[in-house]
């Protein structure tokens, strides 16, 4: 071997272990963790018994939460977009509850994709809560249904 | 005469002519007016009573007023009701006008038919005291006996009204429709205050309650998640100290969005004296004896203590219009819970403080009381002088003392005389709802008094840190119970400054600084930032949550974070010493000394599980979770995660020495070995601490059913803590008197770690965990087996469980400096059980096999300058001989023992085994999942007695 391709291995053998030495290595955590911080609406879609489209619900925010209203008709179901910031959580599903369902005749249930089929014509609280912690954020909301108006 | 008389003339012409004009330079300009609430549907001959039309003018200066047209005297242009169809009227006033449209209709002939039924329609069923009903336009329902129907009002069915109810009172009555052979009754309520005439859409049942049904139940076929509490359906809990507060609300949709109204209900008490048993429902003179109900606040009897509860609470139909509700499931709820004896409802941070019963000399700040301190004098409210105790701290409510709603007294009565506090909410803490006291601030830098010196500490001690210098003010003063001068009760005090809410200071008064006064022990640099020697911590499965690290609070940029040792042993080091709670150990009576339980919470921290080192000053200075004195702490079914270190398990010996007040013996460390505290985690979840799980200062601790996963450092760091580190041979140490964890086989504990994580590089730990690997792989190997695992990159880690040391300052400074021979010793134990208390793993820092063989090794003279790991895994001992082994190939026979089998090693370079197969099985069959290593960092000869430290892994099958 030539004595300039030893130099060169040297070189790059003693400069390498200074640049990791004064840079050091990323460390990268075995488990990487990184919490949900916030839940956000982003739309809701509300549909009927034998309406394919779902017809958009504006979302209404005061001081006490977000809030959306709609009429009861037969098969009213919701559907509640919802967004995690940041986007890059480690744990992005959510956990999605009703919090006022009363088990002797519940107002509603939650569908396999996380629609909300109302039984009954009545008010509903929901929650999405994160399940990365305890203590992560939690998105209430209120769906008030008022009964149709009489033909 | 004359001239009187014309006088009064000329004052009268004068008063006719000025005061008009005066008048119309007072009257205000009309900028609108309108009618107020105008019928708008007449029958064709109606008439319309002008003269009470009710209207409201508007001013060009804003305001408003409400009168009559005849008040007003304001015109009207009168509406034709002769002719069916559209017609208006016009009222005029202050040269505003306003009309308003109506309709005429015609006038239905009343029907003489016999009538066969006769309803109302949506009649309103709730009027206020004096409220006027309208009779006429009360809508009907007729059926005629010819099989025709109708449905109109009262005055077009031509109906008349029989009774009319009495509405000057509030009760039931009633009124009476007659329509030709028929009479309708309509029974109606009249009360008090106003009614709510809106309809009522949904119920906003209290949310803690609903969070609590949320939180407490799993479904079966759901699997059990980190964000879920192990637990499920643990009784909720209601203390009868103070209120409980249940407030439903009602929700009305208006046009301009939704308005809430805290609604009226009336409740039914059931009780039973187990969890099992069935509920009785309280009559009424027993449901007196039981809990007053006040206003949806239920305040419970001693008589109540220990009783299930269930209150079915249903709103208040006479106020309200409840029509929008279709089921009567709606209109109530069951809250089920146990009455706690002295339990005290917390629905907020400031209710959560009066747990502080070791703190009211600084939290008097925050509960507006005097404080006295002992031997002071102080007059109470009957004139009376009193003096206060010793070690006793008294509490004196004055008149703007805090009461919260809940409460029926001052909020510093209920200080020392609570067994728990219940949450009924989660809290986030809010920095400046704490002491003042608590943080450091501008003063301190002025070099006042002691604290200046402090300060000045603390700055100098975070030399090449200016970030985290220029954060102290504002953050937690670290160590604030001591003194720069420290040479005893009388001379150590502390100064403390009293400062109002303009950020001044406004008075100063010193107290015994490093002693909880009522204990009458002196403490170290830990604090909490609630500490208490007696009340438990129930959650109802809520959370309290420390804001973000670096989440200043809103008026004094105070941070929940604390970034210096008082006495910086190395700048690497500046370990915050403030948790969330603080237990400390006091006596019941007699031998009983006081239990603490925290139950049923979450919580989180503020420190993130980072790994960049380059922040690291910045990760340690958030918050513990629990700092515990207590001889006696459980955990049970808690779920917390981003604490610095959760739970530090300070013990230091007999623990009724803390009782007796003697806390020179206390900390002297003697009766340690029979008296250890024991700390105990039941189905808890512990997540992502900064450095360690539970650090032991010798304490005993119990793990049942939990889960402790990702630490930046060990999960458990078990310090036999003696400073004075004399362990000498004939001091006869055992291991039961140092740090020692027993966990089962259900618990799951998991920290894996590179070694290139930043709690590592700053505690120098990096290069054990890299010389570790290297050292064992091939060893392990011989036997099909590692203690790595690999993460989706591939990444090798070894689950670092715990490590077993003396104070990690000793090893980091090679030994105690005051003994000439540097001992270390170590005591401490890590035992693991299975379901039926069978040792599964026995983990001992003194064991026979570990005494004979290091003795047996020194006397061959072996140069064991590097790690010499010695390794038990269940039953199976092992050696790795180290490789600078320079007297020639080891002779078998001299290190064969009964329980020890030399795997390899490395002997001139090169790899050997000096074992047979029949050992290697003989090793593999008594061995675990579970791998200790007693390793020295020092010479060897140094302890020839006992290794210096225990790290114990996992130890898992090569695949």
């Known amino acids: 071997m030539k004595k300039s391709t030893v130099l060169i291995l040297l070189?790059?053998?003693?400069?390498?272990?200074?640049?990791?030495?004064?840079?050091?290595?990323?460390?990268?955590?075995?488990?990487?963790?990184?919490?949900?911080?916030?839940?956000?609406?982003?739309?809701?879609?509300?549909?009927?018994?034998?309406?394919?489209?779902?017809?958009?619900?504006?979302?209404?925010?005061?001081?006490?939460?977000?809030?959306?209203?709609?009429?009861?008709?037969?098969?009213?179901?919701?559907?509640?977009?919802?967004?995690?910031?940041?986007?890059?959580?480690?744990?992005?599903?959510?956990?999605?509850?009703?919090?006022?369902?009363?088990?002797?005749?519940?107002?509603?249930?939650?569908?396999?994709?996380?629609?909300?089929?109302?039984?009954?014509?009545?008010?509903?609280?929901?929650?999405?809560?994160?399940?990365?912690s305890a203590t992560g954020p939690k998105l209430d909301m209120w769906i008030y249904v008022s009964k149709p108006k009489e033909k | 005469m004359k001239k009187h008389i014309a006088i009064f003339i000329a004052l009268i012409v004068m008063a006719t002519v000025l005061l008009p004009s005066l008048s119309s330079c007072q009257k205000k300009?009309?900028?609108?007016?309108?009618?107020?609430?105008?019928?708008?549907?007449?029958?064709?001959?109606?008439?319309?009573?002008?003269?009470?039309?009710?209207?409201?003018?508007?001013?060009?200066?804003?305001?408003?007023?409400?009168?009559?047209?005849?008040?007003?005297?304001?015109?009207?242009?009168?509406?034709?009701?002769?002719?069916?169809?559209?017609?208006?009227?016009?009222?005029?006033?202050?040269?505003?006008?306003?009309?308003?449209?109506?309709?005429?209709?015609?006038?239905k002939t009343p029907s003489l038919k016999e009538v066969n039924t006769l309803e109302a329609v949506d009649a309103k069923v709730r009027y206020a005291v004096n409220e006027t009903i309208d009779y006429d336009n009360i809508v009907l329902s007729v059926t005629y006996s010819d099989g025709t129907s109708d449905t109109d009002t009262v005055r077009a069915l031509g109906a008349t009204v029989k009774t009319y109810a009495d509405v000057s009172k509030a009760g039931k009555t009633y009124y009476e429709i007659v329509l030709n052979n028929k009479t309708l009754r309509v029974d109606i309520t009249v009360v008090e205050g106003s009614v709510e005439s809106a309809s009522i859409i949904a119920v906003a049942w209290p949310r803690f309650y609903e969070d609590y049904l949320n939180a407490s139940v799993r479904a079966s076929d759901s699997p059990e998640g980190e964000a879920d509490f192990r637990l499920t359906e643990q009784p909720y809990e209601v203390g009868n100290a103070n209120k409980f507060l249940y407030r439903p609300q009602g929700t009305v949709i208006q046009a301009d969005g939704r308005k809430h109204i805290e609604l009226q209900t009336y409740a039914e008490v059931a009780v039973k004296d187990t969890s099992e048993g069935e509920y009785r429902v309280l009559s009424d003179e027993e449901s007196a004896n039981f809990v007053t109900v006040d206003h949806n606040s239920y305040k419970f009897t001693e008589s109540a203590a220990g009783k299930y509860v269930r209150l079915k609470i249903s709103i208040d139909e006479t106020y309200y219009d409840l029509s929008a509700f279709e089921s009567e499931s709606d209109k109530y709820r069951m809250v089920e819970f146990v009455v706690i004896d002295k339990g005290y409802n917390v629905y907020d941070q400031i209710g959560l403080s009066v747990m502080s019963d070791l703190e009211k000399q600084v939290y008097s700040e925050i509960w507006k009381c005097d404080v006295y301190l002992p031997n002071e004098e102080y007059v109470d409210a009957e004139g009376k002088q009193i003096v206060v105790g010793d070690n006793e701290v008294k509490l004196v409510p004055r008149e703007d003392s805090l009461r919260l709603a809940a409460d029926d007294k001052y909020l510093c009565e209920y200080v020392d005389n609570i067994s728990t506090v219940i949450l009924h909410d989660s809290i986030i803490l809010d920095a400046d709802l704490m002491p003042s006291q608590f943080f450091w601030t501008e003063f301190d830098k002025d070099d006042w008094k002691l604290t200046g010196d402090r300060y000045q500490e603390t700055f100098e001690s975070l030399a090449g840190f200016p970030e985290a210098q220029k954060a102290i003010v504002g953050s937690l003063r670290d160590g604030y119970n001591n003194v720069s001068d420290n040479d005893g009760a009388e001379s150590a005090r502390s100064y403390m400054r009293l400062i109002d809410t303009n950020y001044t200071q406004v008075g100063e008064y010193s107290y015994p600084s490093g002693y909880a006064i009522e204990l009458n022990i002196h403490l170290n640099m830990q604090k909490g930032i609630f500490s208490t020697k007696k009340v438990d911590v129930s959650g109802n499965y809520n959370s309290i949550t420390a804001p973000e690290r670096g989440q200043r609070s809103d008026e004094y940029g105070r941070v929940l974070e604390s970034y210096a040792d008082y006495e910086p042993a190395m700048t690497e080091d500046p370990v915050s010493h403030w948790a969330l709670f603080q237990m400390l150990q006091s006596r019941i009576e007699g031998d009983e000394m006081q239990k603490f339980e925290i139950k049923n919470i979450a919580l989180k921290g503020n420190n993130s599980y980072f790994n960049d080192s380059s922040e690291s000053y910045f990760h340690q200075a958030g918050l513990m979770l629990c700092n515990n004195y207590a001889k006696d702490i459980s955990f049970t079914n808690v779920n917390a995660d981003s604490f610095y270190t959760n739970i530090s398990g300070d013990n230091y010996g007999d623990y009724s020495y803390i009782a007796e007040g003697d806390s020179e013996?206390?900390?002297?460390?003697?009766?340690?070995?029979?008296?250890?505290?024991?700390?105990?985690?039941?189905?808890?979840?512990?997540?992502?601490?900064?450095?360690?799980?539970?650090?032991?200062?010798?304490?005993?601790?119990?793990?049942?059913?939990?889960?402790?996963?990702?630490?930046g450092g060990p999960l458990f760091i078990m310090s036999d803590a003696d400073h004075a580190c004399n362990h000498v041979a004939d001091k006869n140490f055992t291991d039961e008197g140092g740090p020692s964890i027993t966990v089962d086989t259900k618990s799951k504990l998991e920290s894996f770690a590179t070694g290139n994580e930043s709690w590592y590089k700053i505690f120098q730990a990096s290069s054990i965990v890299s010389s570790l690997g290297s050292i064992m792989t091939p060893p392990l190997l011989s036997v099909g087996k590692t203690f790595y695992k690999k993460n989706e990159q591939k990444t090798d880690a070894i689950n670092v469980i715990a490590v077993m040391i003396c104070a990690?300052?000793?090893?980091?400074?090679?030994?105690?400096?005051?003994?000439?021979?540097?001992?270390?010793?170590?005591?401490?134990?890590?035992?693991?059980?299975?379901?039926?208390?069978?040792?599964?793993?026995?983990?001992?820092?003194?064991?026979?096999?570990?005494?004979?063989?290091?003795?047996?090794?020194?006397?061959?003279?072996?140069?064991?300058?590097?790690?010499a790991p010695i390794i038990q895994s269940g039953n199976s001992f092992s050696f790795v001989t180290p490789p600078d082994m320079s007297e020639g190939a080891p002779n078998e026979k001299d290190y064969v023992l009964s329980e020890l089998t030399v795997l390899s090693g490395l002997v001139g370079g090169k790899m050997f085994k000096t074992f047979d197969n029949a050992k290697l099985d003989a090793w593999k069959q008594g061995a675990t999942d579970k791998l200790c290593l007693y390793l020295s960092v020092g010479p060897i000869t140094q302890a020839p007695w006992a290794p210096y430290v225990g790290i114990i892994t996992d130890l898992y099958d090569i695949q």
């Open chain 1, 11 to 132: 070189v790059i053998f003693f400069g390498s272990i200074i640049i990791v030495g004064i840079f050091g290595m990323q460390a990268v955590p075995f488990e990487q963790r990184i919490y949900v911080r916030e839940i956000v609406p982003t739309s809701v879609y509300c549909t009927y018994k034998g309406i394919d489209s779902g017809i958009e619900l504006e979302i209404k925010d005061d001081e006490q939460g977000k809030y959306v209203m709609t009429t009861y008709e037969e098969g009213l179901t919701i559907l509640i977009m919802t967004q995690v910031e940041p986007e890059n959580s480690t744990v992005r599903t959510l956990k999605l509850s009703i919090l006022n369902n009363t088990p002797e005749n519940p107002i509603a249930e939650i569908g396999e994709r996380g629609e909300i089929i109302f039984l009954r014509c009545a008010s509903l609280h929901v929650r999405y809560s994160a399940t990365d």
């Open chain 2, 808 to 867: 990690p300052d000793l090893i980091l400074d090679g030994g105690n400096p005051d003994s000439a021979d540097k001992l270390l010793d170590v005591r401490g134990g890590f035992t693991q059980v299975d379901d039926e208390g069978k040792i599964i793993n026995d983990f001992k820092m003194h064991n026979k096999t570990l005494t004979d063989f290091r003795t047996m090794v020194l006397k061959t003279g072996m140069n064991a300058t590097s790690f």
């Open chain 2, 665 to 711: 013996k206390f900390h002297s460390g003697e009766g340690a070995e029979t008296d250890n505290a024991t700390l105990t985690l039941s189905s808890t979840k512990f997540y992502d601490a900064y450095s360690n799980m539970i650090f032991l200062w010798r304490s005993h601790a119990v793990i049942e059913n939990s889960e402790l996963k990702r630490s």
């Open chain 2, 29 to 107: 300009t009309v900028e609108s007016i309108e009618v107020m609430n105008p019928v708008i549907e007449y029958l064709i001959d109606d008439t319309i009573d002008y003269d009470k039309l009710m209207i409201k003018v508007t001013y060009t200066d804003k305001t408003t007023e409400e009168k009559t047209v005849k008040q007003l005297k304001a015109k009207v242009e009168k509406a034709d009701l002769s002719k069916v169809g559209n017609a208006s009227y016009t009222v005029t006033y202050g040269g505003k006008s306003c009309t308003v449209n109506i309709r005429v209709t015609e006038r």
